[in-house]
């Protein structure tokens, strides 16, 4: 099967790609989704339970916090992708979040450290956020890099496949410890497996990326003398329209998605006092239709375009956001069918939103050029989604006002959507324009 590069890669390298970045990309899920998930079981462990309000948006600004590093991670990562190789950068990432998610495994409460095990909490989530910081720039180039140009946005989909795979893992053993340990053996101990879990797990991710080929793009350009002495910041400055955009598009994809994908279920127990594992139980349901449409909304994406597919998923979420809020109000049917039909359509940005990021890149920045500005919009704006959630709900009384926020973002998202260039197919190679790169 014919790559972007021009060769023919065999069924097993194919396979190995899939799984090996499939794997790494899904922790990185994991990690967050469970760490949404037990927000109020860490909220009573690492900082003083005498407030429980108090202690749950503390630990929902931290959720925050670890996304401060995300931009860091996508400028120190995403310059090892450029620079060293998307493989090395790969390892790299996955090593680091494994460190961050064991420490939160294994840190004493706040009974015995007292400011301590909150401070050794904020410096986990800030290792993850560094190492997903550059994560996802790179997973996503790599996999673009490697997908035959004909079927670019159906790869692309995998990112979000086998993140959601992540999440509803980290959700599956959540339900699954609901059922099987008490209320005070999940708060004693039970919440601290999933993060061993997924530090074991990371291990062999590592393992697994061990035995990738580097991307042949990569290789046929930035491998290249000549490529690799351009100074980083001045090739980024080049494209900082390029940048600008991706950080316009992503600002309301990525608030919609993490309300709805990642935090509704924790919101769900918090906020609208639905029972964990009925909540739970349902959020597996929403990211099961999510998965379904993920596929789907790539392939259409490499016959009719990116720009429609992504437009469909923006202003479509800024129609239904109102709507959706208001039917979600006590009950477990109430969440899984909102998030169902909010993930459906979520994911036709989600499925293709990274094969265009890459592809409005050249090769020798296309890591750190996207995955800098994405981090940043991730951290300004999906990062501290939950706790606005929470925050305004209880501020205002209210569960409307925040989805009013989110559908203004998203507005502003899909005008900038419509400045885009249509990359669908577009050659991957170094030093074309877009328009120019075409097949």
């Not at 956001?321 to 069918?337: C, F, K, T």
Request: hydrophobic letters at 50%.
């Amino acid at each position: 099967m014919s790559t972007a590069a021009g060769t023919r890669t065999a069924p097993v390298s194919q396979r190995r790609t899939f799984v090996a970045t499939g794997i790494g990309n899904a922790l990185e899920w994991y990690d967050w989704g469970i760490y949404a998930s037990y927000a109020k079981f860490i909220a009573t462990h690492h900082f003083n339970p005498d407030n429980p309000t108090s202690a749950v948006l503390n630990t929902l600004a931290v959720f925050a916090v670890g996304f401060v590093a995300r931009p860091f991670g996508g400028l120190l990562l995403g310059w090892v992708a450029d620079r060293k190789g998307r493989k090395f950068s790969l390892m790299l990432s996955v090593l680091v979040a494994s460190f961050g998610g064991l420490l939160i495994a294994v840190t004493p409460g706040y009974a015995t450290l007292g400011v301590g095990a909150s401070l050794i909490l904020v410096v986990a989530r800030l290792l993850q956020g560094l190492a997903h910081g550059g994560e996802l720039p790179a997973a996503q180039t790599y996999l673009t890099e490697q997908a035959p140009r004909e079927r670019r946005g159906l790869w692309s989909s995998w990112i979000y496949f086998s993140g959601t795979i992540g999440n509803m893992a980290g959700l599956a053993v959540g339900a699954l410890l609901a059922v099987v340990l008490s209320t005070a053996q999940l708060d004693d101990f039970g919440w601290r497996i999933p993060f061993l879990i997924g530090a074991l797990l990371g291990l062999y991710a590592l393992y697994l990326r061990r035995g990738l080929d580097e991307s042949t793009v990569f290789t046929a350009d930035v491998a290249q003398e000549k490529a690799a002495r351009r100074p980083m910041a001045r090739e980024i400055g080049r494209h900082w329209k390029r940048a600008l955009q991706v950080i316009g598009m992503t600002m309301g994809a990525t608030v919609i998605y993490y309300t709805w994908a990642i935090n509704a279920p924790s919101y769900a127990q918090t906020t609208l006092k639905i029972d964990s594992g009925a909540a739970l139980t349902a959020g597996l349901v929403g990211n099961l239709v999510f998965l379904v449409f993920l596929p789907l909304w790539g392939r259409l994406s490499d016959r009719i375009g990116r720009k429609p597919c992504m437009a469909i998923a923006l202003f479509g979420s800024a129609a239904l956001a109102l709507p959706m809020n208001a039917l979600l109000r006590d009950s477990a049917w109430q969440l899984a069918l909102t998030m169902s039909i909010m993930l459906a359509v979520v994911a036709a940005f989600s499925a293709v939103g990274p094969a265009v990021f890459a592809e409005i890149f050249p090769t020798h920045i296309r890591a750190a050029g996207f995955g800098i500005p994405y981090s940043i919009a991730i951290a300004l704006f999906g990062g501290t989604a939950p706790y606005l959630q929470a925050y305004l709900a209880d501020r205002y009384q209210s569960t409307t006002v925040f989805p009013i926020y989110a559908v203004v973002l998203l507005v502003i998202s899909g005008l900038v959507v419509l400045t885009l260039p249509e990359t669908r197919a577009v050659d991957l190679h170094e030093e074309q324009p877009v328009a120019a790169r075409r097949a």
